[in-house]
């Protein structure tokens, strides 16, 4: 399985990363491991993750995400041949240092979530969030002392304008910080102007590794939502029906499907073929509730799209 470099890190991950944010929510402890199983059996090694997965849900406090990836981990006694990355500065609580990217909240996040990840080490430790009130040198000192301590082997971030992410390599630049080697954004065909109007610059000019959420536009480019037709029974339906179910998203699937017909590949598989494709993009990240989604998902790493299939995506989601 080819590999890419995370930033100027060491790290080397696949170019398709499993999303964690289902494990312990949609999908149950047992489906969670047959979907961990059949990832890495597939050659995979990246598995993305945060503490705050999945506290949205009613009776859930956080973190139980994390734990059933800690039990997989034991079980399986497979730690060290897994890229694991998880994030902090979402709330965990109501009170002030149970949120943001102050270094008391920081330094207590990973802690907890090394317990609940029953490891001694993150190797991708990513600012979840974007904290405007904690100090840009408070965060990453705060995330450096992690890095020389062996808790985290290398800090990432979420969710940042270039101009913060850029103001925060310059802040690790002049202390001697570790730096955030990797920025997660929302990218995929039907939403692609927030990264390449201004991130891609910045990460592409600074080395700075880009590993893709949201990279199916949360289930539309799957195929499951089409016009004229019932919505899937899912709580995201509504949401995806406001944003995605009008004139472009249709002609984007559509290119999407034809290409897919081409290569007897699936819609998602070409939806995610095209975002690995892209100079500068390390990962892209999905998940999957069984056993077939993660082998379909998988298959995108040996899905080769030509130069004219990516001209023509690429000209369909035009944003400009």
Request: glycine share 8%; aromatic share 8%; net charge negative.
């Amino acid at each position: 399985m080819t590999t890419r470099r995370i930033g100027r890190s060491d790290l080397q991950v696949t170019p398709l990363c499993l999303g964690g944010n289902v494990f312990g929510w949609t999908t149950d402890e047992a489906t969670s491991f047959a979907v961990l199983d059949t990832y890495v059996e597939a050659g995979g090694n990246f598995i993305d993750t945060a503490d705050v997965y999945s506290a949205w849900v009613p009776g859930h406090i956080g973190g139980e995400s994390e734990t059933v990836l800690g039990k997989w981990f034991a079980q399986r006694k497979n730690r060290d041949s897994i890229i694991l990355a998880t994030k902090v500065g979402a709330p965990m609580g109501s009170n002030p240092d149970e949120q943001g990217l102050s270094r008391k909240h920081i330094i207590q996040g990973v802690e907890d979530s090394l317990r609940r990840l029953q490891t001694d080490y993150i190797d991708l430790y990513q600012a979840h969030i974007d904290d405007q009130q904690a100090p840009l040198e408070e965060t990453l000192a705060a995330f450096n002392q992690l890095v020389e301590q062996g808790k985290a082997r290398v800090i990432g971030t979420s969710n940042y304008s270039a101009q913060r992410l850029a103001e925060a390599l310059q802040v690790s630049a002049k202390h001697g910080y570790a730096r955030y080697e990797c920025l997660q954004p929302p990218y995929h065909l039907l939403g692609r102007a927030d990264y390449e109007q201004n991130l891609e610059e910045v990460c592409r000019e600074q080395e700075v590794g880009v590993i893709t959420y949201s990279s199916l536009a949360s289930g539309f480019l799957t195929g499951k939502y089409r016009a004229g037709q019932d919505l899937p029974s899912s709580p995201r339906a509504q949401g995806i029906q406001q944003k995605f179910m009008n004139e472009q998203g249709f002609t984007v699937l559509q290119k999407v499907e034809e290409i897919a017909r081409a290569h007897q590949a699936t819609i998602a598989q070409v939806a995610l073929a095209w975002i690995i494709a892209r100079p500068g993009i390390t990962a892209a990240i999905a998940s999957a509730t069984s056993i077939p989604q993660t082998k379909e998902l998988m298959g995108s790493l040996s899905l080769q799209l030509t130069g004219d299939e990516i001209k023509a995506l690429d000209t369909v989601s035009e944003w400009r």
